[in-house]
T-cell receptor, first 115, second 112 residues
Framework: NAGVTQTPKFQVLKTGQSMTLQCAQD?????MSWYRQDPGMGLRLIHY???????DQGEVPNGYNVSRSTTEDFPLRLLSAAPSQTSVYFC??????????????FGSGTQLSVL | RKEVEQDPGPFNVPEGATVAFNCTYS??????FFWYRQDCRKEPKLLMS???SGNEDGRFTAQLNRASQYISLLIRDSKLSDSATYLC?????????????FGKGTKLSVIP
């Protein structure tokens, strides 16, 4: 059981470049989300999805796009990378609402540097 | 007031010691509470959920105090392998579908 698979593990971009972080889960989870983690800031929610075809903004959505065409996949797109987007990105999934279903399973993270 | 607050530490404790962390939350309507563990440069992993009656898992005990709006994590007989950052996570209802809010974490170093 692979769980949450996130790629790439490392990425270096130049300002203005675009890229897509991939996230896939094989647990049939309805809820998927993207976080960024910066020193001293903790994990902050970028975008989330409660099911295929449904996405919503989190705390820090600017500069990022998402889509959820299937239950399994939830890619995060950086439209025009900026140095402020240098961070560690985590994808996470869960079954959904309710304390017993809210356990988040995380991908292994992507270290992104924007020069 | 920040939604979820934790003492960042670091807490430096000797092996075998007992250590406790607290986490305060601002939304009195919050219903779900968790402790996650994050090792350096790794993803967070669920350590335990926190139930109203308190719960224990081996050397770890979690408690919830709704009146004062805080949760706690107690680690007994600390091991070197307990060294990590411990994240407090709280559900914030009413934020447009449910969203879990993470504290910034408390760093624990267990010293030989």
């Amino acid at each position: 059981n692979a769980g949450v698979t996130q790629t790439p593990k490392f990425q270096v971009l130049k300002t203005g470049q675009s890229m897509t972080l991939q996230c896939a889960q094989d647990m049939n989870h309805e809820y998927m989300s993207w976080y960024r983690q910066d020193p001293g800031m903790g994990l902050r929610l970028i975008h989330y999805s409660v099911g295929a075809g449904i996405t919503d903004q989190g705390e820090v959505p600017n500069g990022y796009n998402v889509s959820r065409s299937t239950t399994e996949d939830f890619p995060l797109r950086l439209l025009s990378a900026a140095p402020s987007q240098t961070s560690v990105y985590f994808c996470a999934s869960s079954y959904g609402q309710g304390a017993s279903n809210e356990k988040l399973f995380f991908g292994s993270g992507t270290q992104l540097s924007v020069l | 007031r920040k939604e979820v607050e934790q003492d960042p530490g670091p807490f430096n404790v000797p092996e075998g010691a007992t250590v406790a962390f607290n986490c305060t939350y601002s939304n009195s309507a919050s219903q779900s509470f968790f402790w996650y563990r994050q090792d350096c440069r790794k993803e967070p992993k669920l350590l335990m959920s926190v139930y109203s009656s308190g719960n224990e898992d081996g050397r770890f005990t979690a408690q919830l105090n709704r009146a004062s709006q805080y949760i706690s994590l107690l680690i007994r007989d600390s091991k070197l392998s307990d060294s990590a950052t411990y994240l407090c996570v709280v559900n914030m209802p009413g934020a447009g579908s449910y969203q879990l809010t993470f504290g910034k974490g408390t760093k624990l170093s267990v010293i030989p």
